[in-house]
């Protein structure tokens, strides 16, 4: 009992981890894509759990609104959308890259593995304090990063709002019925 | 006490899955997926340092990261909706017009 309440923040992360990098595989290996929606779902929900762990509780919140509530539905209504049975009896990966892939993907891992054991780890003890300190007070984390978001990184934040109604306009530009979408070879002769 | 070590190494598990993901899949919707995968690991890797140096940038940058995600979201999924009116599939290997 003793061990469970020294060491709840390691027991906690290690099981939330090994969730995170079994919904991860289950992302790339379902067949099915509303089976891997559903993996990806498990995935951000428990990197949720890792951003209360690491004291951003604001992103956590942010993290489950964003990504579980709105682009996973997005997601769904797009499988929902497009015909995939047609996919199902087909293979599932691209015939030829595939052990490629996984050798550059592992090969990769093991170079940057290497780094982070080689190289030290940037200093600081940080700790839950700076998380939520505007000036000397300690409102909380939400009021810490806004607080942060508005006055020291205002520009970002403006240039991000411009990206994102680039990002509508092209949403919208793509989703157009009457867009001139021709497949080749059976384009308009004038 | 976790240091930003099993942070760090989780992060790198799970960028390398989205990346493999990316270059194996064949269906586009799940190579999409699979970029989400990596934009997840990029967000722990920026909360884990942010923790770590007691410095909330991270967590700014981790916001930025979100809406970039989402604004990715939209287009991509935009575009998948145009490849099924195009070409009636997800396949990725069915867009070869470029010969890519």
């Known amino acids: ?190 | 006490m976790i240091t930003a070590e099993p942070y760090v190494a989780l992060s790198l598990i799970l960028f390398c899955l989205g990346l493999i993901g990316l270059m194996v899949r064949r269906n586009f919707i799940t190579v999409l997926m699979s970029v989400e995968l990596m934009f997840n690991a990029v967000n722990i890797n920026l909360i884990a340092f942010s923790f770590r140096l007691g410095d909330l940038a991270g967590q700014v940058l981790a916001i930025f990261v979100i809406t970039v995600a989402a604004a990715e979201a939209a287009i991509g999924l935009g575009l998948i909706i145009a490849l099924v009116r195009l070409k009636d599939t997800v396949a990725l290997d069915q867009a070869n017009e470029m010969r890519g």
């Open chain 1, 1 to 190: 009992m003793d061990f469970l309440v020294a060491n709840i923040e390691a027991i906690v992360f290690y099981a939330v981890a090994a969730l995170t990098i079994a919904g991860g595989i289950g992302v790339i290996s379902f067949k099915n894509p509303v089976h891997s929606a559903l993996a990806l779902l498990g995935t951000f929900v428990m990197v949720a759990v890792l951003f209360i762990l690491r004291h951003a509780e604001f992103l956590a919140a942010v993290q489950v609104l964003v990504y579980a509530g709105g682009i996973m539905v997005l997601y769904l209504f797009v499988i929902m959308l497009s015909r995939i049975k047609d996919l199902r009896s087909e293979q599932v990966f691209l015939s030829g890259v595939a052990p490629l892939a996984i050798l550059g993907g592992v090969l990769l891992g093991a170079l940057v593995a290497v780094g982070i054991l080689l190289g030290t780890m940037a200093v600081g003890d940080g700790g839950a304090a700076a998380m939520q300190a505007v000036g000397d007070q300690m409102p909380g984390n939400t009021e810490a990063v806004g607080w942060v978001l508005y006055t020291k990184y205002l520009v970002p934040f403006e240039v991000v709002s411009v990206v994102l109604l680039v990002a509508m306009i092209g949403a919208i530009v793509f989703g157009r019925r009457d867009a001139e979408l021709v497949a080749p070879g059976e384009g308009v002769e004038s």
